[in-house]
């Protein structure tokens, strides 16, 4: 087991793009990943991750959700994050920060996008399960809850966006206790153990183990090898459109 952890410390250390120092500088500057609100009249549903701060970046991301109904102005981001709690407030945070920013310098990519006729019926069922949260009001770095244990709840509640996320979301495997659950794709069920022990099996993650709260696993269907700290290696998953749905 340690052997596995130090391959995946050196595999994600590879992975890594420049950091900054002082999170006080480190760019939250917008990237052109999500549709401009102030010309896109459709509504828009995209979920997104991004390598985490400091060394947690080193295994793991974060994961947020992004909403825009049908001729809104701006984006309703839906995330959690953990320093919240040091100042007695809700790990759940709702803003209309940029979408599509970095993540306190790491570039994000898409894990889904949703557009046009029946997102707006998405985005009711997304803000659903939000107001749902089991655990608005608790953090935890590991197993969970945290920022992943949130976007996999929702992806559980939400079906349509067949959301599958990277094995390098820690956290997205914990539940409370021993139990049988959905998949986050929808597409399949898992058995947990507190997050710490499991296995996925679904059409869109394929199958995949978690052992301590790391995920390793083997998606035939968009052919990769999944590790934790490196990722995906391999075809990267085509985030669904409504259309194609």
Known sequence: MLGLVVLAV???????GAVADDWRTASRAPTGLAPDPA???EAVVQVYAARAWGWRSVLGVHTWIAVK???????????????????????LANSDR?????????????????RGPGADAVIAQIRDAVA???????????????????????????PALHLDLPPTAIGKDFVPGADVVRAPSGTGYQVSVFGLLGIIAARDEGLEVNVLGLSFGLDPFDPALKLPGFGRLGAAPVPRRLDAI
């Open 69 to 91: 109904p049908t001729d809104a102005p701006r984006y309703d981001v839906y995330e959690v994050i953990g320093w919240r709690t040091w100042h007695g407030r809700p790990a």
């Open 10 to 16: 050196v595999g994600a250390s590879a992975w890594r």
């Open 98 to 114: 940029p979408a599509d920013a970095r993540w306190f310098g790491a570039m994000p990519w898409v894990l889904a996008d949703l």
């Open 132 to 158: 749902r949260y089991p655990y608005a009001a608790a953090y935890r770095t590991w197993p969970g809850p945290n920022s992943n244990t949130f976007t996999a709840w929702v992806g559980r509640e939400v």
């Open 39 to 41: 010309v896109t009249r």
